[in-house]
């Protein structure tokens, strides 16, 4: 069974412009959630999306939204980029709410670079 | 909120050595997993261990095995036979579970493991 993809794996952009990433679960999985990854406040939560809708999300700008679509695959934005935004971001995926099974598998992570 | 404590940034191991990871954290919680991943160079997140908060008896996994002391909020990872490609960040992560949904991960500051020949 493939595992988690994300593409781009990297990714420079300028300050200012937009950027959208994606992550398709793994086959079955049905939720999955964003993380981002940077040297200096680690890994935090962005937000999980489990059949097209957003359950939770972490405490982070407006500018970083996300979607999900009904084959599970899921897409985040952020808008007006900042050098702050430079980051590794993770997605995992994990079995549907309520399966008693919660673990979640993470893909290999877009870098993105904000000059 | 939940914390999650790490507080060995680096350790160093020499193959075939048994080293253990460090984790506690802070819930006011009663239904939660906890779980170790494992980030080598290669920036892949891989899961190592779960455990289940309601479940007293520790986890293991081949090599990989957990001290669970609930009590004592604390979460321990030992890794026996260690390997080579056992070199990478080591994270612990706290997850709640509410009303029987998975939710996000609340993960600690990370350990770097070397290990050494």
């Known amino acids: 069974k493939a595992g988690v993809t994300q593409t781009p794996r990297y990714l420079i952009k300028t300050r200012g412009q937009q950027v959208t990433l994606s992550c398709s679960p793994i086959s079955g999985h049905r939720s999955v959630s964003w993380y981002q990854q940077t040297p200096g406040q680690g890994l935090q939560f962005l937000f999980e999306?489990?059949?097209?809708?957003?359950?939770n999300k972490g405490n982070f700008p407006g500018r970083f939204s996300g979607r999900q679509f009904s084959n599970s695959r899921s897409e985040m934005n952020v808008s007006t980029l900042e050098l702050g935004d430079s980051a590794l971001y993770l997605c995992a995926s994990s079995l549907s709410p309520g399966t008693g099974l919660y673990e979640q598998y993470f893909g290999p992570g877009t870098r993105l670079t904000v000059t | 909120a939940q914390t999650v404590t790490q507080s060995q940034p680096e350790m160093s191991v020499q193959e075939a050595e048994t080293v253990t990871l460090s984790c506690t954290y802070d819930?006011?919680?009663?239904?939660?997993?906890l779980f170790w991943y494992k980030q080598p160079p290669s920036r892949q997140m891989i899961l190592v261990i779960r455990q289940e908060a309601y479940k007293q008896q520790n986890a293991t996994e081949n090599r990989f095995s957990v001290n669970f002391q609930k009590a004592a909020k604390s979460f321990s990872l030992k890794i026996s036979d260690s390997q080579l490609g056992d070199t990478a960040m080591y994270f612990c992560?706290?997850?709640?579970?509410?009303?029987?949904?998975?939710?996000?991960?609340?993960f600690g500051t990370g350990t770097r493991l070397q290990v050494t020949l």
């Open positions: 992560a706290f997850m709640k579970l509410n009303t029987g949904t998975a939710s996000k991960l609340t």
């Open positions: 999306y489990f059949s097209e809708t957003q359950r």
């Open positions: 819930t006011s919680e009663n239904n939660y997993y």
